[in-house]
């Protein structure tokens, strides 16, 4: 889409802006590096900031490529080892990025889930406060209200998609076919599978996507288990949020058990991020069996709002 935005507008004031999870894929944010060197446009990145008080909405904090928050399995050489795991997505020169970044701005998407707790289809605020009011946080900041149009990438076989905004692949008649052709004929492209998606494991890929990528690469689901350790019990409604005297305890691997002393727990639960309330431990277990169908062909997701540009119709 944003090939079709600069082609099409030549004068228009674009401006390109990335919402980073903490959980994108690291090809992920090598793919946006490139778009912009490439293509010769600035990409604004941003990343969520949460404040724990009750009625205070998630705020931005502007990073780029080298300070953006990366999977720790990118940096960190050791990660999985305690589980017997290799780690084949660890790579030397993301360890040298991400030590570039300040300690104390932590993990975007943890600091979500700390809040409103595990998202899943009935919870989806991963969306919304990883991505949605983040973007729309900058936007209300750079620009008065109606001076902008706020553009999605979705395509015109995604119509059941459509939410508030201008979808110029929709618009054009763009569909899936034809972005593939575009790509195959590309120099450059996402390096990554058509299941993979970018966000590593976000539950909204499907429940057989997730298992065939978590038996391919088991360190992609220690993350996911420590947050539903940690923040299943953390009811994702704020005025729900009462206090017991223990936690109802989660089938998890004790290997990744992580103290969650304190935290605001549901009155029902626990939640988990699969949709079809299986745990990430019980998934380590289903690809453990084979009790899942392996994913080799291309299958629809459903929404995230992953990359939005905007165009400045004062300009």
């Known amino acids: ?71 720790e399995y990118s940096w960190n050489p050791h990660y999985g080892k305690e589980l017997g795991f290799e780690n084949p997505l660890y790579r030397p020169y993301y360890a040298a990025l991400q030590a570039q970044r300040p300690a104390e701005w932590g993990h975007p998407f943890e600091a979500v889930l700390s809040k409103f707790g595990v998202a899943n289809n009935s919870f989806p605020h991963c969306t919304r406060d990883a991505k949605i009011q983040v973007i729309e946080g900058w936007v209300k900041d750079h620009f008065e209200s109606g001076a902008f149009q706020m ?60 298992l065939t990528l978590l038996e391919e690469y088991p360190v992609l689901g220690i993350w996911w288990a420590r947050m539903e350790k940690r923040f299943s019990m953390v009811t994702p409604a704020p005025e729900d949020r009462r206090m017991t005297k223990a936690m109802r305890p989660l089938p998890l691997l004790d290997t990744l058990d992580v103290a969650a002393n304190g935290l605001p727990v549901a009155k029902s639960g626990p939640h988990y991020f699969n949709h079809n309330a299986v745990s990430m431990a019980a998934m380590y277990e289903l690809v453990k069996r084979g009790r899942f169908r392996r994913v080799e062909d291309e299958e629809e997701m459903r929404s995230c709002a992953c990359g939005v540009e905007f165009e400045n119709l004062l300009a």
């Open 151 to 210: 553009a999605i990438g979705m395509r015109a076989d995604e119509t059941e998609r459509e939410g508030k905004w201008w979808y110029p692949l929709i618009e054009w008649g763009v569909r899936k076919t034809q972005v593939r052709a575009f790509w195959k004929a590309q120099a450059f492209d996402l390096q990554l599978k058509d299941y993979e998606g970018n966000c590593d494991l976000c539950w909204k890929k499907g429940h057989d996507k997730n």
């Open 1 to 71: 889409m944003l090939r079709l935005l600069l082609d099409n507008y030549p004068e228009a004031d674009l401006r390109v802006v990335f919402a980073n999870t903490g959980q994108e894929r690291p090809e992920t944010l090598d793919f946006v590096q490139e778009c912009a060197a490439r293509y010769g446009v600035a990409i604004t990145w941003l990343e969520a900031v949460v404040t724990p008080e009750k009625g205070t909405a998630t705020t931005w904090r502007e990073v780029d490529y080298t300070t953006a928050y990366r999977p």
